[in-house]
C-alpha cells in the first residue's frame, strides 16, 4: 500500500508538471497579455491620463521596467523554469492583480476556506442526501419516491446562485435571523455552505437512490432475505454496504469542485475564498494566479482521487485483497 | 410418515406489461418429513417460482393468486412478516442457483454463514462462531478458520456454493430448498455437491426439495419426482416409478434424452419450443410438441390421472387406459 | 446596614445609568466598491476610498467639490502659474503619531512615479510637475530631476512644465499624496496590509479582507477629529447590495434603472432614494478600419440622427439618465454639451437620416457595409448597445452584427485593424470640474488623429505595429524613421478643425486668466462637438443611490459611485 501510495504521488508531481507546462503554453498564447491590458487601460482610461503623440514612443521605456518587475523581460523557458522554481520553493512571488500580496499568501488565505466550506456543503449533503436517497429507494414508485426523485432534479438542475438567493429570502427575510453578508463569525457559514449543498444533496440522493435499487436487485440481497433476515439487517446491513461503495467515487470530483467552483457563492455571502481569486485571475491575465490555479485544481482533483482511492481500497475487500 | 409440507392448488402469476403470466398454473403435492423431492423440468416452467413462493421470496411483480401452501402446520400465506422471517433460514434453508451472485461480496465468507444464527437469536456470537467453522468444514472447505475472514470473490464456484449449503444448513433446517445447486458447475463439482447434499440430507436429518434440469442427478437421490411443463404438473410419482415406467410423453422426451442414466449429462433439448405462457396453449399445454396429442388434448385440460401408486400423470392417454 | 443597601443600591444605579449613556459607535456600512491593493502606486479604481477618508493631500475638497486646504496651512502661486509653494500645517499627524513633513509628500509622489513602483490608470495633476512624466516613464531615471523640492521641513515646492491652474484642485488627488515612508521601508509590500497602513486622513484601515470587506476607523490624530462623526466605515465588496440594504445591513447602496420599479413601489425606499447627475458619458467609438462611407460627414451625421436617445433614456435607463451630444458633460465648466447648435445638428431625426444617407449614396441603407459592435463579455446584457443597433437597424435599413469577446480578448482587439466598420461602446468619466480635466494635450491631439480618414488612420496603426517591431529588435534608427512618418501623417492629414482644437488646448494652457482660459476650453470643445466623428456620445447615465434616513452623505457627481468624503458623513 505505501508503496502504492508513493508510486501515485510519483504520478501525482509527473502530471503536475506537464499539466502546467500545458497550460502555461496555452496561457501565454491567448492574446492580450498582463502588460499589454495595463498599459492599454493607462492609453484608453479615464481621459485626461494618456500621453502625447510625442511621449507615446517613450513609453517603450517604461514597458522594459513593467517587464522587468513582472519578471516578462526573459525568455518563455526561462519565465516557466521560474514559475516551477517557484512552486517547488513555495515562492512563486506576487500576483499581477493583487500586487501587495504573494500567490503563497493568496493560497494560505483563502485555501482554509473553500476547503472547510466545501467539506461542510458535503457533509451536510451526505447527512441529508444519503437518507433521502434510501427513503426513496424503499419507498419505490410511491408519492416518497416521486417527491424526492422531483427534489433531485430540481435542486441539481437549480444553478447555485438561484439557490442563493433563495437561501437569502428564506434565513433573512421569510425568517429573518441570519446575516446575508458577512465574514468572521460562525453563522456566516450557514448560508453560503446551505446554498452549496443543495447541487450535491441532489446527486448524492439520486446516486443513492440508483445504487440502492441497484442493489436490493442483487442475488445476494434474495440470499439475506432468505437467511431470515429482517429489514434492518438486509437492507442495512446488506444492501447499503454495497451502494455506499460506489458514492465515495463521485465525493472525490464533488469536494474538489465545490473547493474551486464557488465564484458566485463567494461573492454574494462573502466568503473570502479561492475561487473569485481565480475567476478574476484570467480576466486580467494575472499569469502567477493563473498558473498557480491550474496546479491547485489538478493537485486537488488528483489528491482527492487518491484518496478516493485509498478509502476505496478499505471500503472494498475485492480492491484490499487482490493488491495485498 | 408425518406431512412437512403441503401445496395446494398453487397460483402465481406475473404481472407484466404485455400481459398477465401464469408462471405456476394449479400445482398440489406434499412432501413428508425425511423426503427427498424432486422437481424436473425445462427452463421456465416454473420450478423457482413455485419454491419461492413457499418462503414468500416471489419478484415484486409476482403474485400468489390462488392456493395455499402450508408448512410444519402454518398457513404459509397468512403468517405476518416477523412470522415468516422467523421461518426463513430457520427452519427452511435455501440454496440458490447462481453461487457466484448469491453471496455479498462485502462481508466475509464467516459472518454471512453466522448470520443466520444470530439474526434468529439462536446463540451468542462465539457460539455462532464455532458452529460455522464447524459446519464450513462438514461442507467440506479445509482450513475454515481462516476461509472465514475472507470473501467470496476468493472463493472458487463450487467452494461458494458448498458456502451456500452451509448457510442454508446452518440452523438445521427441517427443510432445505436447492433450486438448481449445480447449473452453474463443472460436472465433476455437480456430483460432488449433489454428494453432499445427500450426506447432509442423512446427517441431518431433514426434508429437501431438489429442483434440477437434470434427471440424471435425481435417480440416487430423490425418493420421489414432480415433473413440470409450463407451470403445470405433468406426471408425480416415485423416483424409480418415474424414470422406469414413465407414462407422459413429456417424461419420456426428457427420458430420451438421457440415454444412459447413471452417464451424468446435461439435458438434450426437445424439438420445439416452450410455449408462450402469456397465452398458453388451450388444453393440454404439451399439445404443440407432443407427437401423439389428439382432438380432446388440444380443448381441455388434463387432470391427473392415477397411473400407479402414487403416481400420476395429466396426459389423456392415462385418462383412457 | 441599610447604608450600605444605599451605597450599594446608588453604586448599581449609577453604574447603569453609565451604561446607559455609554457612547454608541456610530458606524457607516456601505456597497459597491472593489479594490485589489491599497499601494497607492497602483492608482485605480479603489485607490479613490484612500481619497475619501485615508490619505489627505495638500488640498482636499469640501463636500460640495470645492479645494480647499488640507494638510496645506497655506501656499503661493507664482506669477507665471508654474511654481507652487505650500506650508505644511504643524498639527499634521499620521495615524501612529509621527507628524506628516514635506519629506513624505516629496517621498509619496515621487514613489507613485517611479516605473519600479506600481503603475495605474491615471496620473492627473502629478503629470503637470516638471519631468514626471519622464521619470514615470524611464526616460529619465534621475528622481530628483523631478520638479519637486523640500524646502524645509514643512515647506515644499512644485515647479510645473506651464501654467496649470487645475494643479490646485489635483492636489486633492490620490496621484499627489504622503507616504509614510519609514513603514514602507521596513515592512515592504506588508505595509499595505490593514493595521500596517499609515496614513494621514481622517480614517485608518483596520480591516481588509480582499473580496469581502474594508473597514475603516476613525484616526484619532486627524487634525479635524473633532469634526469627523463616523467612527467606523465599512465597505462591503460583494454580495446582492439591494438585498442586503433591504436587510438593513448597509447604510448606502448604488442602484440601477433595474431597481427602479421596486423601489418606487416602496414607500420608504422611494423617500430614500437620491438621484443626482454624473459627469460621465457612455460613448460609442470608432475601431480602426478602412472604408470610404466612415470618411462621409452624411454618414456619420446620419448615423447620430438615426437614435432616439430620449427613448432610450426613458425606457432603458427609466429616466435614469439624459441625451449626451457632447463627450464632454455640462457638469465641466466650458462645455457645450447644452449648445442649441450642437443639439440641433445631431438630434434625433430619423427623416433627414435616411435623407443624409441616400445623399451618401446608401438610399435606405442599400450598399451600405455591416457594421460590427465589438464588446467584451461583461456588455453582453447592456441594454443601451442593443437598443443602438436596433435604432440603426430600424431607422437606417443596416444591419449591425454583435461580437462578443472574453474582456482580455477584447481589450487587445479593439486595437487591431478590422477587416469591416466596427464600433466599442465604453465610458468616459472627469474627475473634477475643470475644464483642463477632459481638454488635456494628449487629448487635444487625439482629436488629430481622430479627424484622420479609415484610411490614414489604418495606415498610422500599421506603422505604429512596425514601430513596435522595430524597437523589439532594436533597430533605433529604423523606429525613429518610422516615428517621424507617423509624425507627419497626423500632422498633415488631419483636419483643420483638428489642428484649431489643438491650438486653443495649448493656448488655454499658457493663459493664467480665468475668464480667458474658460473661453478658449469652450471654444474648443464647440469646434469638436460639431466637427468630429471619432466618437458618438449617446446617453449622460445619472448616479442614483439608497441612503438610509440616518445618514447624510454627501454626493459626488465626478468620482462615479463614491461618497464624496467620510469625513463629511453627518448622523442624523
Ligand atoms: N420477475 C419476473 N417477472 C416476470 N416474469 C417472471 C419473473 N420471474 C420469472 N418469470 C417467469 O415465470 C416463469 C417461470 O419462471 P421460473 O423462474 O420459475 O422458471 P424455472 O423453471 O425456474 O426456470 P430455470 O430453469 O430457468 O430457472 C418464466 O416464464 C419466467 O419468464
Ligand atoms: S394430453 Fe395429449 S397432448 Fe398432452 S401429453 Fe397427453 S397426449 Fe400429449
Ligand atoms: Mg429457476
Redesign the interface.
Known amino acids: 500500500m505505501t508503496q502504492y501510495i508513493i508510486k501515485r504521488i510519483g504520478w501525482i508531481i509527473f502530471n503536475l508538471l506537464v499539466l502546467s507546462l500545458i497550460a502555461f503554453i496555452l496561457i501565454k498564447n491567448?492574446?492580450?497579455s498582463f502588460l499589454?491590458?495595463?498599459i492599454?487601460?493607462?492609453q484608453?482610461?479615464?481621459?485626461?491620463?494618456?500621453?502625447?503623440?510625442?511621449?507615446v514612443?517613450?513609453?517603450?521605456?517604461?514597458e522594459?521596467?513593467?517587464m522587468k518587475?513582472w519578471g516578462e523581460d526573459v525568455p518563455l523557458w526561462q519565465q516557466y523554469l521560474t514559475f516551477i522554481k517557484g512552486l517547488v520553493t513555495l515562492d512563486m512571488g506576487?500576483s499581477f492583480?493583487?500586487?501587495?500580496?504573494?500567490i503563497e499568501e493568496i493560497i494560505a488565505n483563502t485555501f482554509p476556506v473553500s476547503f472547510t466550506i466545501a467539506i461542510l456543503a458535503v457533509t451536510i449533503a451526505i447527512i441529508i442526501g444519503i437518507p433521502l436517497g434510501v427513503l426513496a429507494a424503499l419507498k419505490q414508485n410511491s408519492w416518497i419516491d416521486y417527491l424526492v426523485s422531483a427534489l433531485v432534479m430540481v435542486v441539481s438542475a437549480i444553478p447555485n446562485y438561484v439557490m442563493a438567493?433563495f437561501v437569502?429570502f428564506l434565513f433573512?427575510?421569510w425568517i429573518?435571523i441570519l446575516?446575508?453578508?458577512?465574514?468572521g463569525q460562525p453563522k456566516n457559514y450557514i448560508l453560503p455552505v446551505l446554498a452549496m449543498s443543495f447541487g450535491p444533496i441532489g446527486s448524492i440522493a439520486g446516486y443513492m437512490r440508483t445504487s440502492l435499487l441497484d442493489a436490493l436487485k442483487q442475488d445476494y440481497i434474495r440470499t439475506a432475505w432468505a437467511k431470515g433476515g429482517t429489514e434492518r439487517h438486509v437492507i442495512f446491513g446488506h444492501a447499503m454496504k454495497n451502494s455506499l461503495i460506489p458514492l465515495v467515487t463521485i465525493l472525490g470530483p464533488m469536494i474538489s469542485h465545490l473547493i474551486l467552483g464557488t465564484v458566485f457563492v463567494?461573492?454574494?455571502?462573502?466568503?473570502?475564498g479561492m475561487g473569485?481569486?481565480f475567476s478574476q485571475a484570467?480576466?486580467?491575465?494575472d499569469y502567477p494566479l493563473m498558473m498557480a490555479q491550474t496546479v491547485i485544481f489538478g493537485l486537488i482533483l488528483m489528491i482527492m482521487n487518491l484518496i478516493v482511492d485509498i478509502i476505496y481500497f478499505f471500503l472494498d475487500p475485492r480492491i484490499r485483497v487482490s493488491r495485498r | 410418515m408425518d406431512l412437512l409440507l403441503s401445496i395446494d392448488n398453487l397460483n402465481v402469476y406475473f404481472y407484466r406489461s404485455e400481459g398477465v403470466l401464469k408462471a405456476v398454473d394449479g400445482i398440489s403435492y406434499n412432501l413428508h418429513k425425511g423426503e427427498v423431492l424432486g422437481i424436473v423440468g425445462e427452463s421456465g416452467s416454473g420450478k423457482s417460482v413455485s419454491v419461492l413462493s413457499i418462503v414468500r421470496l416471489l419478484p415484486a411483480n409476482g403474485k400468489i393468486v390462488d392456493g395455499s401452501i402450508s408448512f410444519d402446520g402454518k398457513d404459509i400465506l397468512k403468517l405476518s412478516m416477523n412470522e415468516l422471517q422467523d421461518i426463513r433460514g430457520k427452519d427452511i434453508g435455501f440454496v440458490f442457483q447462481d453461487p457466484m451472485s448469491s453471496l455479498n461480496p462485502v462481508i466475509t465468507v464467516g459472518q454471512q454463514v453466522m448470520e443466520p444464527l444470530l439474526w434468529h437469536n439462536l446463540c451468542s456470537r462465539e457460539e455462532a462462531y464455532k458452529r460455522a467453522k464447524n459446519m464450513l468444514g462438514m461442507v467440506g472447505i479445509p482450513f475454515p478458520e481462516e476461509r472465514m475472514k475472507e470473501y467470496p470473490f476468493q472463493f472458487s464456484g463450487g467452494m461458494r456454493q458448498r458456502v451456500m449449503i452451509a448457510i442454508a444448513l446452518i440452523c438445521n433446517p427441517k427443510l432445505l430448498i436447492a433450486d438448481e445447486p449445480t447449473t452453474s458447475l463443472d460436472v465433476t463439482t455437480q456430483a460432488q455437491i449433489i454428494r453432499l447434499l445427500k450426506n447432509m440430507r442423512s446427517e441431518l436429518d431433514m426434508s429437501v426439495i431438489l429442483i434440477t434440469h437434470n434427471l440424471a442427478l435425481t435417480s440416487n437421490f430423490c425418493d420421489r419426482l414432480i415433473i413440470m411443463y409450463a407451470s403445470n404438473m405433468m406426471e408425480t410419482g416415485g423416483t424409480k416409478d418415474v424414470l422406469n415406467t414413465p407414462s407422459h410423453p413429456y417424461t419420456r422426451f426428457l427420458l430420451d434424452a438421457v440415454p444412459d442414466i447413471e452417464v451424468e449429462k446435461e439435458l438434450v433439448p426437445i424439438p420445439g419450443t416452450i410455449p408462450d405462457l402469456i397465452n398458453p396453449p388451450e388444453g393440454c399445454k404439451f399439445h404443440p410438441r407432443c407427437p401423439m396429442s389428439m382432438d380432446i388434448c388440444r380443448t381441455e385440460k388434463p387432470p391427473l390421472f392415477p397411473v400407479g401408486d402414487g403416481h400420476y400423470s395429466a396426459c389423456w392417454l392415462c385418462g383412457r387406459e | 446596614m441599610r447604608r450600605f443597601l444605599t451605597i450599594i443600591l446608588s453604586l448599581v444605579i449609577l453604574s447603569s445609568t453609565f451604561l446607559g449613556t455609554a457612547y454608541a459607535e456610530k458606524v457607516f456600512r456601505w456597497s459597491g466598491s472593489w479594490g485589489?491593493?491599497?499601494?497607492l502606486s497602483?492608482h485605480?479604481g479603489f485607490i479613490w476610498v484612500h481619497m475619501m477618508g485615508l490619505t489627505e493631500g495638500l488640498i482636499k475638497w469640501d463636500k460640495d467639490m470645492n479645494p480647499v486646504k488640507g494638510m496645506a496651512e497655506s501656499y503661493t502661486i507664482s506669477k507665471d502659474g508654474t511654481v507652487y509653494t505650500f506650508k505644511i500645517r504643524k498639527d499634521a499627524k499620521w495615524s501612529n503619531g509621527d507628524k506628516v513633513t514635506a519629506y513624505d509628500f516629496e517621498y509619496g509622489i515621487k514613489y507613485i512615479l517611479s516605473?519600479?513602483n506600481?503603475?495605474?490608470?491615471?496620473?492627473?495633476g502629478a503629470w503637470y510637475i516638471k519631468n514626471a512624466?519622464?521619470y514615470?516613464?524611464?526616460?529619465i531615471s534621475d528622481p530628483n530631476q523631478v520638479g519637486i523640492k523640500v524646502l524645509d521641513e514643512y515647506t515644499i515646492q512644485f515647479t510645473l512644465d506651464g501654467p496649470h491652474p487645475d494643479f490646485l484642485t489635483t492636489c486633492a488627488l490620490p496621484t499627489l499624496y504622503p507616504m509614510h515612508r519609514t513603514s514602507i521601508e521596513k515592512l515592504g509590500?506588508?505595509a499595505?496590509?490593514a493595521g500596517n497602513l499609515v496614513t494621514n486622513g481622517p480614517y485608518k484601515l483596520v480591516g481588509y479582507?480582499?473580496?469581502?470587506?474594508y473597514i475603516l476607523e476613525k484616526n484619532p490624530y486627524y487634525y479635524d477629529a473633532d469634526k469627523v462623526e463616523v467612527d467606523k466605515i465599512v465597505g462591503?465588496?460583494?454580495?446582492?447590495p439591494f438585498?442586503?440594504y433591504?436587510?438593513n445591513?448597509v447604510d448606502l447602496i448604488n442602484v440601477g434603472a433595474a431597481q427602479l420599479p421596486v423601489i418606487e413601489k416602496d414607500p420608504i425606499l422611494k423617500k430614500e432614494l437620491i438621484t443626482f447627475p454624473q459627469s460621465t458619458v457612455n460613448l460609442m467609438y470608432f475601431s480602426y478600419f478602412e472604408h470610404p462611407a466612415f470618411d462621409d460627414r452624411r454618414v456619420l451625421t446620419a448615423l447620430q440622427k438615426a437614435i432616439d436617445k430620449e427613448k432610450i433614456c426613458k425606457f432603458v435607463y427609466r429616466g435614469l439618465a439624459k441625451p449626451a451630444y457632447s463627450v464632454v458633460t455640462d457638469l465641466i465648466p466650458g462645455s457645450t454639451a447644452n449648445d442649441p447648435e450642437v443639439v440641433e445638428k445631431f438630434r434625433f431625426d430619423p427623416e433627414a437620416a435616411r435623407k443624409l444617407l441616400a445623399e451618401a449614396g446608401y438610399p435606405g441603407g442599400k450598399g451600405f457595409p455591416t457594421v460590427h459592435f465589438l464588446i467584451h463579455s461583461g456588455q453582453a446584457n447592456d441594454p443601451l448597445i442593443l437598443a443602438v443597433k436596433s435604432e440603426w437597424e430600424k431607422n437606417l435599413g443596416i444591419k449591425v452584427i454583435i461580437d462578443n469577446y472574453?474582456?482580455?480578448?477584447w481589450?487587445?482587439?479593439r486595437?487591431e485593424i478590422q477587416s469591416e466598420p466596427t464600433f466599442t461602446f465604453?465610458g468616459?468619466?472627469?474627475?473634477y470640474p475643470d475644464p483642463?480635466?477632459?481638454l488635456?494635450?494628449?487629448?487635444a491631439?487625439?482629436c488629430?488623429?481622430a479627424s484622420l480618414k479609415t484610411k490614414d488612420l489604418v495606415e498610422k496603426v500599421r506603422l505604429e505595429k512596425e514601430?513596435?517591431e522595430a524597437?523589439k529588435a532594436g533597430d533605433e534608427k529604423k523606429?525613429s524613421e518610422l516615428?517621424k512618418r507617423?509624425?507627419n501623417i497626423?500632422y498633415t492629414r488631419s483636419t483643420p478643425e483638428a489642428r484649431k482644437i489643438l491650438s486653443l488646448v495649448q493656448q488655454a494652457q499658457r493663459t493664467t486668466d480665468p475668464k480667458k482660459r474658460l473661453e478658449l476650453y469652450r471654444q474648443a470643445n464647440k469646434i469638436r462637438d460639431i466637427n468630429m466623428y471619432s466618437s458618438f456620445p449617446l446617453v449622460q447615465p445619472m448616479s442614483a443611490r439608497l441612503v438610509k434616513s440616518n445618514f447624510e452623505v454627501p454626493f459626488n457627481k465626478y468620482l462615479v459611485g463614491f461618497p464624496v468624503g467620510f469625513a463629511y458623513i453627518r448622523t442624523k
Open positions: 491567448v492574446p492580450g499589454e491590458l495595463q492599454l487601460i493607462g484608453a482610461g479615464t481621459m485626461g491620463t494618456g500621453l502625447t503623440i510625442s511621449e514612443e517613450k513609453v517603450r521605456g517604461v522594459t521596467e513593467m518587475r506576487p492583480r493583487w500586487p501587495t500580496q504573494t438567493v437569502i433573512s427575510f429573518p446575516p446575508t453578508y458577512g465574514w463567494e461573492g454574494m455571502f462573502g466568503v473570502p473569485q481569486y484570467a480576466g486580467s491575465r | 485589489n491593493t491599497w499601494d497602483f485605480q516605473p519600479k506600481g503603475r495605474g490608470s491615471f496620473f492627473g512624466k519622464d514615470a516613464n524611464a526616460v509590500n506588508k499595505f496590509d479582507t480582499p473580496n469581502v470587506e462591503k465588496l460583494g454580495g446582492d438585498l442586503m433591504r436587510r445591513e472574453e474582456q482580455g480578448v481589450s487587445v482587439k486595437f465604453s468616459a468619466s472627469y474627475l483642463a480635466a477632459p488635456t494635450l494628449n487629448y491631439e487625439g488629430l488623429v514601430q513596435t524597437l523606429a516615428a507617423i509624425h497626423i
